[in-house]
């Protein structure tokens, strides 16, 4: 094996052009259970940790352009009221050792089903910013899961940053687990309500091979919103719609039973997290609505 | 492959490194410092937990690699390092705990009096006098990590403690009397004051 130490951007990226197979690391909390077990013997490691831009975040007008590396604790920390809800399932990561060095890069580069990022950025909107020697491209986070554990990245391609779209309205993320700390989600959703474009955006996770979107749901909810002029009235969801709403977010899943969990019961826990965060969110809306334009 | 990188405020060189190893191996087996715990090998119990630029991290899932050049402060050396920053860091630029020191280091005594005659920092002195020690395996990652909290956090409440110790598993006490230790500690932190 060898240790590749890249002191910048521009050498990690000749490096990962002249041995593809190289494997970057950067927290390491992936890649290190993986050696320790056995389980891979890269040929080269490639770390990612002298690079200090990828550790760095910009706020943005539309957008924060968060480096591949910033830590859980630095999102928590410091986003949470731009990436509310990206901050919010950086905090159900695991633990704070693993929070102070995991971030979203190694999460987008493991592109696991029970990534804890991926259904907050697949809600809120964002896109991967990935390099090579040959160029730069943006991945909309749609077209980035690619496989169950694959993604979208060439071999000599590295991520640079992810683009998040700025908060627009309020965010939630719900994770199913056995205990608060050091769970490895049975399933996950993210809903950020988006009052500026009108819509609705989701995210599960762990309830198909991939992250996915509830697309079907996200359009009769615009559509049923938009019909009843909620965006403008601020009323309760009716409850037919949220029930509505939470069944075409289960229907979007395509599970299996493993040892966290039953096809079924995933099924039926992203109809639940479905229903509970559109009411937090909707709830959020309405009081900021209130306080804003004082009608009740 | 060579190391060169700073545990416990002293220059520290290691040698022979295999590229996949990871941080708590070099710590434990070339530098003879096993203070810090093998337990799980997969960040999932935090008996590894050191301090790697003042962030506590899981040495079991830090490349050794990736420490070139950066400062590591592990259990043995806490003791010293509570010291100094209690006195306000290192004038004379000779503080930190040589190697032998630390491979050294031990809590004296077997009784209840555990601790006399060395010197502990305030937090492992609340382990001992709050009996959050039963085995002992968890301890070193718990110490380290408590005593971050509390120079972050001072005044911490329960709840603060229990998430700032979540990552941390201990098999024997039940965890009430790791609480009590902890704020034992922050109780005689604020006394000082
Ligand atoms: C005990 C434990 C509990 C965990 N719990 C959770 C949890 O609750 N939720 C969760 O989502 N995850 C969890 N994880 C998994 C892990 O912490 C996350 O996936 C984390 O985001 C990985 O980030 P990292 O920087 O440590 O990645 P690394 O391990 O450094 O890398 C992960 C992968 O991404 C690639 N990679 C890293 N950076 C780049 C880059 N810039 N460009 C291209 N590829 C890159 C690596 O080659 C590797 O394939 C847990 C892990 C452990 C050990
Ligand atoms: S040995 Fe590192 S977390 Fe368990
Ligand atoms: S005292 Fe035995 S594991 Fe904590």
């Not at chain 1, 159900?92 to 696991?112: C, D, E, F, H, M």
């Not at chain 1, 896109?127 to 979208?152: C, H, L």
């Not at chain 2, 039963?134 to 956090?153: H, I, K, S, Y």
């Amino acid at each position: 094996m060898d240790f590749l130490r890249p002191a910048s951007w521009e050498e990690a990226l000749a490096a990962k052009a002249e041995h593809p197979t190289a494997v970057p690391i950067a927290g390491g909390t992936d890649v290190m259970v993986e050696i320790n077990f056995d389980h891979r013997r890269p040929e080269y490691l490639l770390d990612l940790n002298r690079i200090g831009d990828l550790g760095e975040w910009e706020v943005g007008e539309e957008s924060v352009r968060l480096g591949a590396s910033v830590p859980y604790t630095k999102i928590m920390e410091n986003l949470r009221a731009e990436l509310p809800g990206l901050a919010l399932a950086s905090h159900t990561v695991a633990s704070p050792q693993i929070r102070n060095r995991g971030g979203v890069g190694g999460n987008l580069g493991t592109a696991s089903p029970a990534g804890d990022a991926h259904p907050a950025l697949l809600a809120a909107g964002a896109e991967v910013e990935v390099e090579s020697v040959r160029g730069s491209r943006r991945i909309p986070i749609d077209a980035f899961y690619t496989g169950v554990k694959r993604n979208a990245l060439a071999a000599d391609e590295l991520i640079r940053a992810v683009h998040v779209k700025k908060a627009d309205g309020p965010q939630q993320f719900s994770k199913v687990g056995t205990r608060n700390a050091m769970v490895i989600a049975v399933c996950a959703f993210g809903l950020a309500l988006h009052p500026g474009t009108r819509s609705v955006r989701t995210g599960i996770g762990s309830a198909a091979p991939t992250p996915v979107r509830a697309r079907a749901a996200e359009e009769f909810l615009n559509a049923a919103l938009e019909e009843g002029g909620f965006w403008d009235n601020g009323r309760i969801i009716t409850p037919s719609v949220a029930k509505q709403f939470a069944d075409l977010c289960s229907a979007a899943c395509n599970p299996i039973d493993d040892v966290r969990g039953t096809a079924s019961y995933r099924r039926h826990a992203v109809g639940v997290m479905a229903r509970r965060t559109l009411t937090w969110t909707w709830e959020s809306y309405r009081g900021a609505r209130r306080t804003t334009e004082g009608a009740a | 492959m060579r190391v060169n990188f700073t545990v416990n405020g002293r220059p520290q060189e290691a040698d022979d490194v295999w590229e996949g190893e990871s941080l708590l191996y070099v710590l434990r087996e070339r530098l003879g410092l096993p203070g810090s715990k093998n337990a799980c090998e997969q960040g999932e119990c935090g008996s590894c937990t050191v301090r790697l630029d003042g962030v506590p991290v899981c040495s079991c899932l830090v490349a050794a690699g990736q420490v070139e050049g950066r400062e590591v402060v592990t259990v043995e050396g806490l003791a010293d390092f509570a010291k100094q920053r209690a006195e306000g860091g290192c004038a004379s630029g000779a503080c930190g705990t040589s190697l032998q020191n630390a491979q050294e280091w031990q809590a004296q005594g077997t009784d209840s009096q555990t601790g006399e005659g060395t010197e502990l920092s305030p937090i492992q002195q609340a382990f001992i006098d709050a009996g959050a020690v039963q085995c002992g395996f968890c301890t070193p990652g718990l110490l380290v990590a408590a005593d971050e909290m509390l120079e972050r956090n001072p005044n911490p409440t329960d709840a603060d403690i229990r998430e700032a110790l979540s990552g941390n598993l201990c098999r024997c006490t039940g965890y009430e009397k790791i609480m009590d230790a902890v704020r034992l500690a922050a109780a005689r932190q604020s006394e000082a004051v």
